[in-house]
């Protein structure tokens, strides 16, 4: 450490740029600077959650009908809004069986035509044997006719009943004949319908799974999509730390390849159940809807988790030399002395410095050319 720092202090004192017209200050030389003294401030405690982006919605677009493909009018990366037309299936055959069960529908319309006709007719003839037959009884009552009269037309008057009861069960069976090429008729006209394959919503089409001349078939995936503009980070979360977090919360998520500023997400679930292999909590995180988000990119989902005293210090403190960082401390006789740090996460303007910096230490807030070990610091 004291070799690492001798070789810092070297960079330092040899390593500055000289202003033109300028030399370098002796070691006695006296310079005003602000200072300040490190201090011990509470701050959220974090947990890093690493994450992926997943849209919220994604859709495997299937065939339902069997035939020939005829076109795929869509190629990966397209967007398509919802009602598109992404595949064309060959209706040939289900056309055929259409316009067959239009003509069953037709035919089933002549039907309950005729046996309503057939009903009317047998209800009047009803009608009429049933007026007679009580004329019949009352004369029979009168002894104005004989028996066998009576006989006659009461046998006429229970044809006449039987009859209509068989003309009103072949006018229902020939209504039940119309609700069935109906219904065969919304199966075929369905059918066809799904010969035409069409986005279900806004989306970006991700794999085209099948081409032309393919042979499509019910279940058979043609199209993969992803809903647009609509993602989450699915993370999973230690136990330790599942009762700190409830659906709702607003979260700060980074995602270090789009841009550098954070975007607040919001937790959209928190799966009930951990996976016993690692005791964690899968959770998802919606994202707001901005462009350049992209599935498949890492996230980190900042997770607050209580709060820690740490020590900030300004970023323009911390003075940097490659991949070392330090800041120069002021001891009680007012003498900067540069000490290598260790930094931690930025808050704001301030950086958290890990190790190299204790509370209580007097530290130069902005150093410049001027500041170099060893130098008498008064403050300004």
């Known amino acids: 450490m004291v070799a690492a720092a001798g070789i810092i202090l070297l960079v330092a004192s040899c390593g500055e740029e000289i202003p033109p017209g300028t030399t370098p200050l002796k070691p006695s030389a006296v310079v005003k600077a602000a200072t ?28 339902k009908v069997m035939g020939e493909i005829l076109q795929v009018l869509v190629q990966e990366g397209d967007k398509v809004k919802a009602g598109d037309i992404l ?50 009884e009352l004369l029979l009552e009168n002894e104005s006719v004989s028996v066998q009269e009576f006989d006659e037309m009461k046998s006429r008057y229970d044809q006449a009943t039987a009859g209509l009861s068989q003309t009103k069960s072949m006018r229902d ?8 090429a109906k219904a065969a008729l919304f199966v075929v006209k369905t059918a066809f319908d799904d010969t035409t394959v069409i986005a279900p919503y806004d989306a970006t089409v991700t794999a085209k799974l099948k081409d032309k ?86 996230a980190r989902v900042l997770v607050p988790i209580g709060e820690t005293g740490m020590i900030l210090v300004p970023e323009i403190a911390v003075v940097r030399h490659g991949q070392l960082s330090g800041i120069f401390i002021v001891d009680a006789d007012s003498i900067a002395h540069f000490r290598l740090i260790r930094p931690g996460r930025m808050f704001g303007d301030h950086m ?22 060893g130098v008498k610091v008064v403050d300004q």
């Open 36 to 63: 300040s003294i490190a201090e011990i401030v509470q701050q959220p405690k974090i947990y890093e959650a690493s994450g992926t982006i997943q849209p919220r919605t994604a859709a495997t677009v299937s065939a």
């Open 87 to 136: 595949v064309k299936i060959d209706d040939s055959q289900i056309s055929a069986r259409r316009r067959q069960a239009k003509a069953a529908l037709a035919e089933a319309n002549q039907g309950v035509k005729a046996a309503q006709a057939a009903f009317e007719s047998a209800q009047a003839s009803s009608k009429l044997a049933e007026k007679t037959f009580r004329r019949y």
């Open 173 to 180: 069976a020939a209504q039940n004949r119309i609700a069935q």
């Open 213 to 298: 001349g393919d042979l499509a078939s019910p279940g058979i995936p043609l199209i993969r999509l992803e809903e647009t503009g609509f993602f989450e980070v699915q993370m999973v979360l230690p136990e330790s730390h599942i009762h700190q977090v409830n659906t709702g919360d607003q979260l700060s998520v980074r995602i270090p390849s789009f841009q550098n500023e954070a975007l607040t997400g919001k937790i959209k679930t928190i799966n009930q159940t951990a996976d016993p292999g690692i005791r964690s909590f899968q959770v998802k995180v919606s994202l707001p809807d901005l462009p350049g988000i992209r599935a498949g990119m890492y």
């Open 352 to 373: 958290e410095v890990l190790s190299g910096l204790k509370a209580g230490d007097r530290y130069v807030t902005k150093p410049n050319h001027t500041i170099v070990d």
